[in-house]
């Protein structure tokens, strides 16, 4: 054998002769490091299954919110429906006014025109009115001097009448 398989873990000191407690000890050493690497994987399989056990949470959260965002979009798109909907209602309604308003437009026009003409009408009939009252006032007069006269006739029937019987 050769010396340096005997020394595996002291290759330096090639002049010491490696005894059995050293390599107990050095097997104990390789023992103990062995099972702090063993419990170091241990500890590390602990924390990815604690992250994995996070990851299926966050990853059931998402799934969750997933299908509530996927309502909401489903809403939303129905409102935008109702939206669009409304807003060719809108349209329709807004031209509908609009042609309505130049109708209006239209019927003031002419509601103008025709308060002009009863206007001048207006002042026709009052001029009518006025010279009615002037020929009603002069009717009066005539038919004041018509009974007037009516009072002479019979005086002057009464005298012709008298005067005939006296002849």
Do not use: C
């Given at each position: 054998?050769?010396?340096?398989?005997?020394?595996?873990f002291a290759p330096s000191l090639a002049g010491v002769r490696a005894?059995?407690?050293?390599?107990?000890?050095?097997?104990?050493?390789?023992?103990?490091?062995?099972?702090?690497?063993?419990?170091?994987?241990?500890?590390?399989?602990?924390?990815?299954?604690?992250?994995?056990?996070?990851?299926?949470?966050?990853?059931?959260?998402?799934?969750?919110?997933?299908?509530?965002?996927?309502?909401?979009?489903?809403?939303?798109?129905?409102?935008?429906?109702?939206?669009?909907?409304?807003?060719?209602?809108?349209?329709?309604?807004?031209?509908?006014?609009?042609?309505?308003?130049?109708?209006?437009?239209?019927?003031?026009?002419?509601?103008?025109?025709?308060?002009?003409l009863l206007r001048g009408m207006s002042a026709s009939v009052r001029?009518?009115?006025?010279?009615?009252?002037?020929?009603?006032?002069?009717?009066?007069?005539?038919?004041?001097?018509?009974?007037?006269?009516?009072?002479?006739?019979?005086?002057?029937?009464?005298?012709?009448?008298?005067?005939?019987?006296?002849?």
């Open positions: 054998m050769n010396r340096a398989s005997t020394q595996p005894g059995v407690p050293v390599r107990t000890a050095a097997l104990t050493v390789a023992f103990l490091m062995a099972l702090v690497a063993f419990a170091a994987l241990i500890d590390m399989a602990v924390a990815v299954n604690k992250m994995s056990a996070s990851l299926v949470t966050v990853n059931d959260g998402l799934r969750t919110l997933h299908v509530k965002l996927s309502h909401t979009n489903s809403t939303l798109r129905q409102v935008s429906l109702k939206l669009t909907h409304t807003n060719e209602l809108l349209d329709a309604t807004n031209l509908k006014v609009l042609t309505t308003n130049t109708k209006l437009d239209l019927t003031n026009a002419r509601a103008i025109a025709s308060i002009g001029k009518t009115n006025a010279s009615l009252h002037a020929t009603n006032v002069n009717l009066e007069r005539m038919e004041t001097s018509l009974g007037g006269m009516e009072g002479n006739l019979q005086a002057m029937t009464r005298k012709i009448t008298h005067a005939k019987l006296l002849f």
